[in-house]
Structure formats: C-alpha cells, structure tokens
C-alpha cells in the first residue's frame, strides 16, 4: 500500500517568503507528527496531531511556524518569513495512534532557504 | 529533559563482520527505547524497539539490541554486516513511547568490501 507521501520534495526559497509543505499520511492512520532534521542532526519533534486536533506543539520553534490538519487527514506545515536558518530536512510521520503505535516516516521535504 | 548520545559518528565496518552501535541515553524513569535506520533518500525505518520485559530484544534485518539499565544503554548490535546495511543509524528514546521521540545525532555505518 501507499507509504506516509510529502510534497514538494524538494523547495528553495527566498528569505523573507512563506512556504506550506504537506504531508499525506497512510489512510485510516489517526496520528500525524512533523519532525526536523537540520543536516547532521537527527529528527527533532515538532508538533502532532490526533485526527483534526493538535496535540502537542511544543517543538514549534517559534510563531512563524504553524501546522494544521483540518479534516483529520493531510496536514500542511507552514513556515512564515521563512530565515536561512529554517533550512533543513522536514518530515512527516503517521501512525494508528497511542503510544506503542509505531510511526511510518515519509521522505521529507527538502527546504533551502537562500 | 531527555537526551541521547550516540558517540560514534562514522563507523566503517568489512562485510561478515560482527557491529555494535553504542547508545547512551539520559532520562529520569524507564524509558521507551528505539531504533531507526536511515538510508539516502528515503524515510526512517523502525529496526527493533524495547518498551519492557526481556532487555534483550530482536528487530528486523538480523538486528538486535540489549538494554542495560546500569549503564543507561542501548546499544545495537549485528552478527554480520552485509553491504546493503550501510546508512545511517539513529537511536531514540520516548518517553512517552512512539509519541515525541528525541533522537541522537545519528551513526553513519560504511562497510567495507
């Protein structure tokens, strides 16, 4: 079946400009999580959604960054006034919820900002 | 907070060769141990996770790790390595299981012909 799907797999942006990346998770998953990577980093956590409701935005590092899921299935990232320091691998996960639920990884967008 | 160190950031290995990859973590209670592999390209992969019982636990691949509570540990291991094992290697801890993971750095695993 179809895995956790991100688009766009690749984005280069100018500073100062927003971008969405979206996330499609496996169907009939209940939970979604966003995590970073800076390179040579691993996955940092940002934020997770249980059907349409977030969960947990602790890891959001600050407030130019939003995610929703409205309808409790694709969710969009978005990163406002986007700073060279925002580059990075950005990925999704999905999973069936709960805790012992095993999270399905996409493979990421690619964001450089210039 | 948690945290988890991973001390070797390259480690090449021959193929046939035995693998160990070290993973220290930091945290208050018994955690939720995992870890994940990362090849070009693609997403991480679940390998092997321990959330209680035998310390001792067997993932895919051929890949096993042993938790030891005394040494605050979780090191990966593999009787032989084959070429197609080399990626990257990531551990993690959740605390509260699969739920807000935080990962180590990473272990990059060459392996040599």
């Known amino acids: 079946g179809a895995g956790v799907s991100q688009s766009p797999r690749y984005k280069v942006t100018k500073r100062g400009q927003d971008v969405a990346l979206r996330c499609d998770p496996i169907?009939?998953?209940?939970?979604l999580y966003w995590y970073r990577q800076a390179l040579g980093q691993g996955p940092e956590f940002l934020t997770y959604?249980?059907?349409?409701?977030?969960?947990?935005k602790s890891g959001l590092p600050n407030d130019r960054f939003s995610a929703e899921r409205p309808e409790g299935s694709i969710s969009t990232l978005t990163i406002q006034r986007t700073e060279q320091r925002d580059s990075a691998m950005y990925r999704c996960?999905?999973?069936?919820?709960?805790?012992?639920?095993?999270?399905?990884f996409g493979n990421g967008t690619r964001l450089t900002v210039t | 907070a948690q945290s988890v160190t991973q001390p070797d950031i390259h480690i090449t290995v021959s193929e046939g060769a035995s693998l160990e990859l070290r993973c220290n973590y930091s945290?208050?209670?018994?955690?939720?141990l995992f870890w994940y592999v990362q090849s070009p390209g693609q997403g991480l992969q679940l390998l092997l996770k321990?959330?209680?019982?035998?310390?001792l636990v067997q993932g895919i691949k051929g890949f096993e790790a042993e938790f030891t509570r005394s040494q605050s540990s979780f090191n990966l291991r593999k009787p032989s390595v084959h070429w197609s094992d080399a990626a990257e290697y990531f551990c993690?801890?959740?605390?509260?299981?699969?739920?807000?993971?935080?990962f180590g750095t990473g272990t990059r695993l060459l392996v040599s012909p």
């Open positions: 996960a999905s999973s069936l919820g709960g805790a012992r639920a095993p999270l399905h």
């Open positions: 169907s009939g998953h209940v939970s």
């Open positions: 959604f249980n059907y349409e409701a977030q969960q947990d």
């Open positions: 945290y208050g209670a018994t955690p939720y």
């Open positions: 321990y959330f209680s019982g035998d310390t």
């Open positions: 993690a801890v959740g605390p509260g299981g699969f739920q807000k993971l935080v």
